[in-house]
């Protein structure tokens, strides 16, 4: 079983993540999208582990083709599951194993199995992530998610003209086109932090901001439409579009650089009606 983790301008803690990752996984694949000094002074107490390989990109490929140069390289050394990160995720306790039994218990239709999010910046499981057991759903998010290798000879790897946002979505609605099921894990627990995650107040209630630059709100725009035409409405778009929404509230009422923001997002629509779904 081999891990994955996403470096992109990474901060010291990844050392702790990749190390927390390790106690559970065979090894790890840093796929590090920053390559440069700063990244390499970084990433380079990691190197003297032999169950760590760092694969430096020739720039920022983008987190769809940054995740699959992991996996290829995990699948190119016999994993028989891939286990892909964020580099601002930690995973917890017994994660891993719980995973893999939501996997097990789910048989030969096993898609993505993914854990339950809580929040890095409250330590609070965020209100849809509570549950028993393991639930079916239809999107997850791709840090913190197992990959089988049959799935992934099956499904493909993910669509890296996308670059960022909604590469998840893409990848665990074709997951479901082509008859698997996909599971979040209620049990399993992920630290994971969204944009900055910086706290302010809100109608008297705080709320945290992810402070996504333009260029995020650009991609985001337009890979949401992408993946609306290539498979429709669903269970997924009602879910997104509560979240959208209060994303959006919070960057109109409250971030910074709002019209660059705006302008980027109505780009992003545009270039979304634009691209060629089938490719």
């Known amino acids: 079983m081999a891990g994955v983790v ?55 490929v983008g987190v769809a083709a940054g995740f699959n140069a992991g996996i290829r390289a995990a699948l190119d050394n016999a994993a028989d599951f891939v286990w892909i990160f964020d580099q ?16 097990a218990a789910a048989g030969k239709t096993a898609g993505i199995v993914a854990p339950a999010l809580r929040s890095h910046a409250t330590g609070v499981v965020y209100r849809r992530e509570t549950g028993k057991g393991a639930g079916e759903v239809d999107v997850v998010i791709s840090s913190g998610s197992l990959f089988s290798k049959q799935l992934l000879e099956t499904i493909g790897l993910h669509d890296e003209p996308l670059f960022i946002d909604y590469v998840d979505h893409d ?6 086109a082509k008859g698997f099921r996909n599971y979040k894990v209620f049990d399993a627990l992920l630290d994971h932090r969204f944009g900055d995650s910086d706290p302010v107040r809100l109608f008297g209630r705080r709320v ?53 923001k705006i302008r980027a997002a109505a780009r992003g629509l545009w270039a979304g009606v634009r691209f060629d779904v089938r490719s």
């Open 6 to 60: 996403l470096a992109y301008h990474p901060e010291p803690d990844i050392v702790q993540n990749v190390n927390a990752l390790l106690a559970q996984a065979d090894e790890v694949f840093v796929v590090d999208n920053s390559p440069g000094e700063t990244s390499r002074q970084i990433l380079r107490p990691m190197a003297s582990d032999a169950r760590v390989t760092i694969l430096e990109q020739p720039g920022n």
């Open 88 to 103: 601002d995720s930690t995973v917890t306790d017994g994660m891993l194993d719980k995973l893999l039994a939501a996997h």
């Open 171 to 176: 990848i665990s609605l074709r997951a479901r």
């Open 208 to 260: 945290y901001l992810a402070n996504y630059s333009p260029m995020r709100q650009f991609h985001m725009a337009r890979n949401r439409l992408i993946v609306l035409r290539r498979y429709g409405l669903g269970r997924w778009f009602w879910e997104d579009f509560w979240f959208t929404s209060k994303a959006w509230v919070k960057v109109l009422l409250l971030e910074t650089d709002r019209p660059a």
